[in-house]
């Protein structure tokens, strides 16, 4: 696909939720915005997706990012130094999304679906086609608050993150490459904290966090 550096994104493919998505409430306290994040192999590297859902009662605590949406407050000193960054690329970066309550990735993920059917797909294909792009409600990295969907003002802005996320704490979280091994389709918007020394090792070896926590069970 050929990289777009001088034209404004009119449309971006974000089929995962629409740019102009409502911050989500929290329902935690945000004490910890401003704290530097810290890599402790836990909470950083929490892995959900569809085969792993979201700890029971998994609350996290919540901070205002740049534009916004909520995310984990530890993670928020880094993306902000992540989207300064950006900027100053003169990539125009926008958080179109962050941390999601199960009742908005439900409505997300409902939403996703009827509009298969509504194309003619059965309730069995739809549901199929939907879990592509959209987790089901308590699979979805959003509802860890560690997860950002980002959006800009030119379409390089997807490449530079794919090339300097990983110097600020963050992953390319869903390569077209690792379908199999991630279960979500290739999203160049969506990117996860993992800290520093996790995301350097998949970066550098091109692989999915999937992948580093399995090569991290090995070599324990």
């Known amino acids: ?13 974000v089929v995962d939720e629409p740019v102009t998505e409502e911050p989500a409430e929290p329902d935690a306290s945000d004490s910890q915005a401003g704290q530097p994040a810290e890599d402790d192999g836990v909470w950083n590297l929490l892995l959900v997706n569809r085969w792993n859902p979201l700890p029971e009662g ?15 407050a530890r993670i928020l000193p880094a993306l902000t130094e992540l989207l300064d960054a950006a900027t ?10 962050g941390y ?16 298969y059917i509504a194309e003619g797909y059965t309730q069995e294909e739809a549901v199929a086609q939907a879990e592509q792009w959209v987790a089901q409600p308590g ?3 959003h509802q860890l608050g560690l997860a ?8 390089a802005i997807y490449p530079w993150l794919q090339e300097h996320s990983y110097e600020y704490g963050f992953i390319y979280r869903y390569p077209a490459d690792k379908v199999d091994l991630t279960g979500v389709a290739n999203e160049e918007w969506h990117y996860r904290y993992v800290g520093k020394e996790a995301a350097k090792a998949i970066y550098e070896q091109g692989i999915c966090l999937e992948e580093y926590l399995e090569s991290l069970e090995t070599t324990g």
């Open 1 to 13: 696909e050929e990289t777009v550096t001088e034209e404004p994104v009119t449309e971006v493919p």
């Open 58 to 72: 998994y609350t996290p605590e919540l901070a205002e990012a740049p534009g916004g949406q909520l995310v984990d």
């Open 88 to 97: 100053a690329a003169e990539l125009g970066p926008i958080v179109v999304a």
């Open 100 to 115: 999601r309550t199960q009742e908005k990735q439900q409505s997300i993920y409902d939403e996703k679906i009827a509009s």
């Open 139 to 141: 699979t979805s990295e």
């Open 148 to 155: 950002v969907d980002i959006n800009g003002a030119v379409y």
